[in-house]
């Protein structure tokens, strides 16, 4: 018997995308509301792995599990390289950086309010 499909909301995918995260050590994991920002998603979610290979670790699990539990295929990009991956879920937009190139590109300063960046 297959495992039932859970319905792929906005917030059911934000909860199993930050679980996913959680599970695989991602670090400083930040969320952004984009809901009447763009049309691209509703929410984005930015973090970091100590190194190219849990880049690759990180995203390459969270496309299974988006997988098993909502029966979705992920746009990835960057997966190769290891340093910058984009998984594409639709309403949820997730960056794993490794942490040199998450500081040059800074996304988080582009998408957020300025009163909530230090």
Not at 14 to 26: C, E, G, W
Request: glycine share 6%; net charge negative; hydrophobic share 45%.
């Amino acid at each position: 018997m297959a495992a039932a499909k859970t319905e792929a909301t906005s917030e059911t995918l934000l909860a199993a995308v930050l679980s996913s995260l959680s599970d695989d050590k991602a670090e400083d994991i930040v969320q952004i509301d984009l809901r009447g920002k763009t049309a691209i998603g509703d929410c984005m979610v930015v973090c970091t792995g100590r190194s190219s290979r849990q880049v690759a670790a990180i995203s390459e699990k969270l496309v299974e599990r988006l997988k098993a539990q909502f029966r979705i295929t992920a746009r990835v990009e960057g997966k190769n390289t290891g340093d910058w991956v984009l998984v594409d879920v639709g309403d949820v937009i997730v960056h794993v950086f490794r942490p040199e190139v998450r500081e040059f590109y800074q996304l988080e300063k582009m998408w957020m309010p300025a009163a909530t960046i230090a």
